[in-house]
């Protein structure tokens, strides 16, 4: 059974930084590609970042260019989204997701590309 935990969330004023991780346990393929996703309230889920499994290609939103990065460490089984330059609008429930990876090396943009998902935790930008 996949499990995701995220952590790192948190109150931050504007400007400020905060460090995303999501840890996988119980991934018995070998290859996965993870993505960074939020939701907040009133609103669809949006993609945030995307990275494929040998960490070699990675995409980003729109709203978050420029500030987010998503990297990963396969030893440790784990997926990073460092945000700096928080803005209020950065404000949402922020998910991680993985998929299995057979043939390629690539990222995933849709939420329906993923299979596992984790709880969520919470990002808070105060102005």
């Known amino acids: 059974q996949v499990q995701l935990v995220e952590s790192g969330g948190g109150l931050v004023l504007a400007g400020g930084s905060l460090r995303l991780s999501c840890a996988a346990s119980?991934?018995?393929?070998?290859?996965?590609?993870a993505g960074w996703f939020r939701q907040a309230p009133g609103k669809e889920r949006e993609f945030v970042a995307g990275i494929s499994w040998s960490g070699g290609n990675t995409a980003s939103g729109d709203s978050v260019k420029g500030r987010f990065t998503i990297s990963r460490d396969n030893a440790k089984h784990t997926v990073y989204l460092q945000m700096n330059s928080l803005k209020p609008e950065d404000t949402a429930t922020y998910y991680c997701?993985?998929?299995?990876?057979?043939?390629?090396?690539?990222?995933?943009?849709?939420?329906?590309?993923?299979?596992?998902w984790g709880q969520g935790t919470q990002v808070t930008v105060s102005s």
């Open positions: 119980g991934v018995t393929f070998n290859k996965y590609a």
């Open positions: 997701a993985v998929r299995p990876e057979w043939y390629s090396d690539s990222y995933y943009t849709a939420p329906r590309q993923y299979n596992y």
